[in-house]
């Protein structure tokens, strides 16, 4: 009797997978009141009063945490509204939201909706601080993981891939997201650190605007919920579908290198050791790299995948051995398509 049941709640959450998967994000009648991700947004809203900060950021569903340009206004990804979807945005991507990442993007968008609301960036002093806003963002990132120039907050690791590099305006919300997190203990995290200077200074901006009321601006809405009309599965199928084509192949010879042939008696499937250590693949390329963790798991899957195709082997007493040339191989991948936007041999 408990087999059936168990059997009949997998073919159930089957059943619901498939439904969700064709059907258009548009028609899923989303919607961010009363749904598993509003009691985070009330909670940030305390955060920022509990800061003497009276302006409160409005929220909208999309495909994507951010801000639209120069709108203060924050995004949040659409299945962190709905049970299901989160349980298949963890299947297919490897990874969901918990409760404690989703209030660091909602401190760091904050800090982005905070800038824009109140026109921050034009400010000298803003400048003088964080750099010129108008610079173009830099795709092809060159982290500097060991800098104390900025804070860590979205890559909190000690060797994090140091998020706030990318621009001014993230340089800025990072350090902002940093300064309002309750508990914090900046002032002495960052203590002899040269990003102190920023979070003094972002200490000393927040008294200024405090409780004054932001000038009025457009509330324009970037890829809202209702306007994404792809099907959940192109959806998700366009997310890997772009680093699985330029890995495909390439890879084959690489892996090959870190797998050669074995007379061991003890062989163990190259797939099952990447598969074991998936996380760790995944967060050691993204923290090298620049590039998200959700687009390294495209690469590390690809590889797992390949292994397993080409039926790649090892000996379990190389484990160790295997396990080192797997890292260096998905951090050398990873931060090759992150310089470049391409593999190549």
Same mark, same amino acid.
């Given at each position: 009797?408990?087999d059936?049941?168990?059997?009949?709640?997998?073919?159930?959450?089957?059943?619901?997978?498939?439904?969700?998967?064709n059907?258009?994000?548009c028609?899923l009648s989303?919607?961010?009141?009363?749904?598993?991700v509003?009691?985070?947004?009330a909670?940030l809203?305390?955060?920022?009063?509990?800061?003497?900060?009276?302006?409160k950021p409005?929220?909208?569903?999309t495909d994507?945490?951010?801000?639209?340009?120069?709108?203060?206004?924050?995004?949040?990804?659409?299945?962190?509204?709905?049970?299901?979807?989160?349980r298949? @945005?963890?299947?297919q991507?490897?990874?969901?939201?918990d409760?404690a990442?989703?209030?660091?993007?909602l $401190?760091h @968008?904050?800090?982005?909706?905070?800038?824009?609301?109140y026109?921050?960036w034009?400010?000298?002093?803003?400048?003088?601080?964080?750099?010129?806003?108008?610079r173009?963002?830099?795709?092809?990132?060159?982290?500097?993981?060991f800098? !104390?120039?900025?804070? *860590?907050?979205?890559?909190?690791s000690?060797?994090?891939?140091?998020?706030?590099?990318?621009?001014p305006?993230d340089?800025?919300?990072?350090?902002?997201?940093v300064w309002?997190t309750?508990?914090s203990?900046?002032?002495?995290?960052?203590?002899?650190?040269?990003?102190?200077r920023?979070l003094r200074?972002?200490?000393?901006?927040?008294r200024?605007?405090?409780?004054?009321s932001?000038?009025?601006?457009?509330?324009? *809405?970037?890829?809202?919920?209702?306007a994404?009309?792809?099907?959940?599965?192109?959806?998700?199928g366009?997310?890997?579908?772009?680093l !699985? *084509?330029?890995?495909?192949?390439?890879?084959?010879?690489?892996?090959r290198?870190?797998f050669?042939?074995?007379?061991?008696?003890?062989?163990?499937?190259?797939g099952d050791?990447? $598969?074991?250590?998936?996380e760790e693949?995944?967060?050691r390329?993204?923290?090298?790299?620049?590039?998200?963790?959700?687009?390294?798991?495209?690469?590390?899957g690809?590889?797992?995948e390949?292994? !397993?195709?080409?039926?790649?082997?090892?000996?379990?007493s !190389?484990?160790?051995?295997?396990?080192?040339?797997?890292?260096?191989?998905?951090?050398?991948l990873?931060?090759?398509?992150?310089t470049?936007? *391409?593999?190549?041999?």
């Amino acid at each position: 009797m408990p087999d059936t049941r168990i059997r009949s709640l997998v073919q159930g959450w089957d059943t619901v997978r498939y439904e969700l998967l064709n059907m258009r994000i548009c028609d899923l009648s989303l919607r961010i009141e009363g749904s598993p991700v509003e009691p985070f947004a009330a909670r940030l809203h305390r955060e920022l009063e509990a800061k003497g900060i009276g302006f409160k950021p409005g929220f909208y569903l999309t495909d994507a945490w951010g801000c639209p340009d120069r709108v203060p206004i924050i995004g949040i990804p659409f299945y962190l509204a709905d049970p299901r979807l989160q349980r298949l @945005e963890e299947e297919q991507t490897g990874e969901v939201e918990d409760g404690a990442t989703i209030m660091r993007f909602l $401190r760091h @968008e904050a800090g982005h909706a905070l800038n824009y609301a109140y026109r921050l960036w034009l400010r000298p002093d803003w400048v003088e601080t964080f750099g010129v806003f108008t610079r173009p963002y830099r795709d092809e990132f060159q982290p500097q993981p060991f800098s !104390r120039s900025f804070v *860590r907050h979205l890559d909190s690791s000690p060797y994090g891939r140091t998020y706030a590099q990318k621009h001014p305006d993230d340089d800025f919300a990072e350090t902002f997201a940093v300064w309002l997190t309750p508990r914090s203990a900046w002032r002495r995290r960052y203590h002899g650190w040269p990003a102190m200077r920023k979070l003094r200074y972002v200490d000393a901006l927040m008294r200024s605007v405090d409780r004054t009321s932001p000038p009025k601006l457009r509330t324009r *809405r970037y890829r809202p919920v209702e306007a994404l009309r792809l099907p959940l599965a192109e959806h998700y199928g366009n997310k890997a579908k772009r680093l !699985r *084509r330029a890995a495909q192949g390439y890879v084959d010879d690489k892996l090959r290198e870190i797998f050669p042939a074995s007379r061991s008696k003890s062989l163990q499937p190259a797939g099952d050791l990447l $598969r074991g250590h998936r996380e760790e693949l995944q967060e050691r390329a993204a923290r090298w790299s620049g590039l998200d963790v959700k687009e390294t798991i495209a690469i590390v899957g690809k590889l797992e995948e390949r292994a !397993r195709a080409l039926q790649l082997t090892y000996a379990r007493s !190389r484990s160790a051995d295997r396990l080192l040339d797997a890292v260096a191989l998905v951090v050398a991948l990873s931060i090759q398509y992150a310089t470049s936007g *391409r593999f190549s041999g």
